[in-house]
């Protein structure tokens, strides 16, 4: 299996890049004005954005991040799937008609319809940029590891193309090329994802799949198979997995071999040089994952494979208690001295066991089932809170389009998610998942039908991250130019001096999202995308909702709200373990506190500060 760019993936990839920008040249003209600029002049139509939304909804974390979850996690991994589609019924049945009655541009144009509360749209500004900035880290983080196996090049220089390019396409053209590149996008992916799905039923399940069999000199996994079990001491630390030969990294490329020898005891090899990666010592993995036996078939049988399967009995026969699949983790540890290096590992799983729940999600102790719960949180109120996803409300011509334009979103966004389910599990059977970064299981997975369909599913995948990127950026630069500098600063701007604005602060967060793309590379997509969802969470839906739907809602109480959510939201986050043992290279266990996840404290705080600020501000008034 070749990791590498071909010429032909290299030119797929070059022509849906050209025709991304043709579109934004071609809708150039319909940005001169303010809408035309940030809300496509509210005339696209409702079936054209309801495509959109899934091809601005289905981001990296959907397309990359989950299937590399159930790749490696089974249900746990689905588990966000579900999550994510069940936000768009908040979205269906509580924000989509109001908010386009009550907006023109931005979400806090909604926010500010009644109060016109310089307070409100100072904060709501804030939030858009925030939710947005989160949102923009996994995007970009994606389109890095997208362009290491498509072009051959690193992952830095994949996040500053994708970077370029979007910059060009919003500060050229605005919504309205932002929105026929998502419906593209989101169309193909539809499209293309059911036929990845179809070549995983036709060719069933099999335990020498056709992409584990290649040339001697492709067939080396770095991380060996497991014969016996024992315990491995690393740098002083036990760790408490059974383990047999593991594959060690340090930070400066070179690996070294751990095994068991006959009596039991554990040594080390010499040091070995990184020639083993392919590419670069940080470069990519070979890829692995397998079934090691198929339930109710004898070995021969099993290395033949079962041939085509439909949905039941693929998902049947993977699920029998006798299947065993090979999954795959990684774990990191500390020396003595405080240096972080990874173990990956490899772990044999019943087919029982692989669509078992608790692989992730486990639920033994309290602050376990409070970190589920809370992510569980975010996922369901987050999606009617992403300020990306609000503003496209504004591009159609009515409340009753916006109603329509959702269910369209909604059937295409479901869909999409059960073809996750068996594109994961796909990859976990075929020899096809990144032990170092599962991202990009899908397009491996594709790889393994051949170099037109991975480089059709990858030029996808990075129209995927374009789409999504352009409309988070196109929200933060309304939020910019429309929300700060026009209605909080109150500096007049004429039509063509928002536009302009607007550019320009596309700019400006097109750079910070390149450089925080580059600093988180490696952690998982869709696990970040939970964190934007817990901050819009917090931060936005008290306030949408509670204007809705409760008369006494102040405007101190919506600032307040808003800033209460993004602080306790971002605080938790920060001082959480997940960045402790990722960013700041520290232990886990030195974090401030054992929650990951912070939608479980900081929803219901910002819900409760807006209804004590309303109170009391509206006591005062009274007074």
Not at 168 to 184: C, D, E, N, P, R
Request: proline fraction near 4%.
């Amino acid at each position: 299996m070749n990791l590498n760019g071909t010429p032909l993936s290299i030119a797929i990839f070059a022509g849906f890049v050209l025709l991304v920008l043709y579109l934004s040249y071609f809708f150039a003209r319909r940005a001169r004005s303010a809408s035309g600029y940030y809300a496509a002049g509210g005339q696209i139509h409702w079936a054209v954005n309801g495509i959109s939304f899934a091809g601005d909804y289905l981001s990296a974390a959907s397309f990359l991040g989950i299937c590399g979850m159930i790749a490696t996690l089974g249900y746990d991994g689905f588990l966000y799937s579900i999550g994510y589609l069940a936000g768009w019924i908040v979205a269906l049945f509580v924000v989509a008609e109001p908010m386009k009655r009550m907006g023109k541009f931005t979400f806090t144009d909604a926010l500010d319809a009644k109060f016109d509360s310089r307070g409100i749209k100072l904060a709501a500004a804030i939030s858009t940029l925030v939710v947005s900035i989160c949102y923009l880290i996994p995007q970009m983080n994606g389109a890095g590891s997208l362009v290491e196996p498509l072009l051959g090049l690193p992952h830095w220089v994949g996040v500053i193309i994708v970077g370029a390019i979007v910059i060009a396409i919003v500060s050229t053209a605005g919504m309205t090329s932002t929105t026929y590149v998502q419906f593209l996008k989101g169309g193909l992916l539809l499209i293309f994802s059911t036929i990845l799905v179809g070549f995983v039923l036709f060719r069933g399940l099999s335990t020498e799949p056709e992409s584990l069999r290649g040339d001697a000199g492709e067939s080396l996994l770095l991380v060996p198979e497991q014969t016996t079990e024992a315990a491995l001491i690393a740098g002083g630390h036990e760790l408490d997995h059974t383990v047999d030969d593991l594959l060690k990294f340090t930070r400066d490329g070179e690996v070294s071999w751990y095994r068991q020898d006959p009596a039991g005891a554990l040594w080390e090899t010499q040091w070995e040089s990184a020639d083993l990666i392919n590419g670069e010592p940080d470069g990519l993995l070979y890829p692995v994952g397998r079934i090691k036996a198929i339930g109710g078939m004898s070995v021969a049988d099993a290395a033949a494979g079962t041939g085509r399967l439909d949905v039941v009995s693929f998902l049947a026969t993977l699920t029998h208690p006798e299947t065993r699949i090979e999954q795959w983790h990684k774990r990191t540890v500390f020396d003595d001295d405080g240096e972080k290096f990874t173990i990956y590992y490899p772990k044999t799983v019943t087919g029982t066991e692989q669509m078992k729940p608790g692989v992730k999600f486990k639920v033994d102790t309290f602050w376990q089932k409070l970190n589920f719960v809370s992510l569980m949180l975010a996922l369901f109120f987050g999606t009617a809170a992403l300020p990306h996803i609000l503003i496209r409300y504004y591009t159609v011509p009515s409340p009753a389009c916006a109603r329509k334009s959702t269910i369209v979103a909604i059937a295409a966004i479901g869909f999409f998610y059960v073809l996750t389910l068996f594109m994961g599990l796909g990859a976990a059977t075929n020899g096809t998942v990144n032990p170092a970064d599962n991202n990009m299981s899908a397009p491996l997975l594709a790889m393994s039908f051949g170099g037109v369909l991975f480089a059709i599913i990858s030029a996808i995948a990075f129209a995927t991250v374009l789409g999504t990127v352009a409309g988070l950026i196109v929200a933060a630069s309304g939020a910019v130019a429309h929300d700060l500098m026009d209605r909080f600063g109150r500096m007049d701007l004429t039509e063509k001096q928002k536009v302009t604005a607007g550019k320009v602060a596309a700019f400006v967060v097109g750079i910070i999202a390149i450089i925080l793309g580059i600093v988180f590379r490696g952690v998982n997509v869709s696990f970040l995308v939970g964190w934007a969802f817990a901050v819009a969470a917090s931060a936005n839906l008290p306030a949408i909702v509670m204007l809705l739907f409760w008369k006494r809602t102040t405007a101190a109480g919506i600032v307040a709200s808003i800033i209460v959510g993004i602080v306790a939201a971002l605080g938790i986050i920060l001082t959480g373990p997940a960045m402790f043992a990722g960013p700041y290279g520290l232990r886990a266990e030195d974090a401030w506190h054992p929650l990951g996840q912070p939608g479980i404290i900081s929803i219901p705080l910002s819900f409760l500060t807006l209804v004590v600020v309303s109170l009391i501000t509206r006591k005062k008034a009274a007074a």
